[in-house]
C-alpha cells in the first residue's frame, strides 16, 4: 500500500501523504514524495503537499533512526535532500498544513512557497534540541533562511514549540485557515501561483533564494561527513 496519493487536478497535482498515523517521513514516504513530485514536473504541474486530518507529519520514523546504520543515515540526507528540492523547486509549491508539524515536517514547511495551517490546538515546531539532539547544518540553515530572527533563535537553540497563529508570526506559516477549509484555500492558493509564468517564477525564486540554497546545500554536504555518508 502506498502511503502518497498523487492526484492530478488541471493546472496543479495534490500529492496527498496519508500513512493512517503520524505521516512520518520513513524511506517509504520521502521515496513516494520524490516520486509525485517527479510526476508533477513531467506533469508540468504545480504541487499541493497536503497531509491528512490532524496531522501534517510527526517528522522522520523514529523505528528507522533508533535502528541506526545506513537506513538511518540514508532517511536523514533523504529528509533533508527534499527540503533542498521543495526550495527550488520548477513549480509553485503550497503546503495544505493540516494539523501538527513536528521537526523534519516543519522544515518542509519552510522550503514551499506557500503554507496555509490549520487553526487549533495543534503543534508546529523543530523539537531536536529537546531531544537531546544537537541541530544539523541543514536544520540551522533552513530555519535561518525563512524564520524571523527571533524565532530562528527560539527554535534551533530552545527548541519552542509554536500554535499554529503563533508560527505564522515565526514564519513556518504564511496563514490559518478552519481546518476543514484547509485543503480547498491550499488548493486556491496552487491554482493561482499555477497561473504565473512558470519559468519566470522559478527563475525569481531561484534568484531570491541563490544564497539560502547554497547555504542549505553546503550544509546538507556537512552533514553527510558528520554521519560518515560523504560521497
Do not use: W
Not at 47 to 76: K, W, Y
Not at 120 to 132: H, R
Not at 147 to 170: G, K, M, S, Y
Not at 189 to 200: I, P, Q, S, W
Amino acid at each position: 500500500m502506498g502511503v502518497v496519493d498523487y492526484r492530478p487536478e488541471g493546472s496543479y497535482a495534490v500529492l496527498a501523504m496519508d500513512d493512517g498515523k503520524a505521516n512520518v517521513l520513513s524511506p517509504q514516504m520521502l521515496s513516494e514524495l520524490g516520486a509525485g513530485l517527479d510526476r508533477a514536473e513531467a506533469d508540468g504541474l504545480a504541487v499541493v503537499l497536503l497531509g491528512r486530518p490532524g496531522m501534517f507529519s510527526g517528522g522522520f520514523d523514529l523505528a528507522t533512526l533508533r535502528g541506526g546504520g545506513p537506513a538511518s543515515v540514508d532517511m536523514l540526507l533523504g529528509g533533508f535532500r527534499l527540503a533542498e528540492r521543495l526550495l527550488g523547486f520548477g513549480a509553485p509549491v503550497v503546503a495544505a498544513c493540516t494539523g501538527h508539524a513536528i521537526a523534519m515536517a516543519s522544515f518542509l514547511l519552510l522550503s514551499v512557497d506557500y503554507r496555509v495551517g490549520a487553526a487549533g490546538t495543534f503543534k508546529i515546531g523543530a523539537n531536536e534540541t529537546a531531544i537531546g539532539l544537537v541541530m544539523p547544518a541543514f536544520g540551522v540553515e533552513i530555519c535561518r533562511q525563512r524564520l524571523t530572527p527571533a524565532h530562528f533563535q527560539r527554535t534551533v537553540i530552545n527548541a519552542e514549540i509554536f500554535t499554529p497563529q503563533e508560527a505564522v508570526a515565526a514564519g513556518y506559516l504564511d496563514r490559518t485557515a478552519a481546518p476543514e477549509d484547509v485543503e480547498a484555500e491550499a488548493r486556491q492558493v496552487a491554482e493561482t501561483l499555477a497561473a504565473l509564468d512558470r519559468n519566470t517564477h522559478t527563475s525569481t525564486k531561484r534568484r531570491a533564494r541563490e544564497q539560502a540554497l547554497k547555504a542549505v546545500h553546503d550544509a546538507i554536504a556537512a552533514d553527510a561527513v558528520a554521519l560518515g555518508a560523504a560521497g
